[in-house]
């Protein structure tokens, strides 16, 4: 998966990268992203995503168990490229609580990635402290937003979850 830095991409992905990240942006994408991405992706055989379409950069539909429910959930959520797989961040827009995916892979660490037509099983771990801030800093170079999450999220840390390939 290439890397798609803020620095190299054009003056529309970089906008929208950072309108994203304000009250109005986190408003309009928070409750909407994960159903335009889904589908994009159902249309495209997984191929595309609206975020890749509106940001430059693709998104990753990870499924997961329900925590509760036992059943498939599928979000999309931006990708950081990992030696084992890939990273995720588990900001929930800046949210003061966790992402519902975030518990999904806490109970149940397996999971499915799809990425660009991609499809592979993966098992996700959280990162530890200092691997955290490594993904959260590449991250960061992908997309800025989520420096003002970190703000936003208030006493909640950030977690970082590795999606190792099974």
């Known amino acids: 998966m290439p890397t798609r830095n803020f620095a190299d ?8 990268r950072a309108f994203i990240a304000t009250k109005v942006g ?30 430059g950069v693709p998104a990753v539909m990870l499924t997961t168990t329900g925590a509760k429910s036992g059943e498939p959930r599928t979000v ?3 990708p950081i490229p990992h030696p084992e797989g890939l990273a995720v961040i ?4 800046g ?8 518990h999904n892979l806490k109970a149940n660490p397996q999971a499915t990635v799809c990425i660009e037509g991609d499809t592979w099983d993966a098992v996700a771990r959280v990162a530890p402290p200092g691997e955290r801030d490594e993904i959260y800093a590449k991250g960061i170079e992908i997309y800025p937003g989520w420096r003002t999450y970190e703000i ?9 979850f590795v999606l190792a390939r099974s």
């Open 152 to 160: 936003t999220a208030g006493d909640r840390h950030i977690e970082a």
């Open 9 to 16: 991409a054009n003056a529309f992905h970089r906008a929208m």
């Open 76 to 78: 999309a959520v931006f």
């Open 26 to 55: 986190v408003a309009l994408f928070r409750p909407t992203a994960h159903h335009l991405d889904r589908l994009a992706s159902a249309l495209t055989g997984g191929r595309r995503s609206a975020s890749l379409i509106v940001t």
């Open 95 to 102: 949210g003061t609580k966790h992402p519902a995916w975030y």
């Open 90 to 93: 588990a900001s929930n827009f």
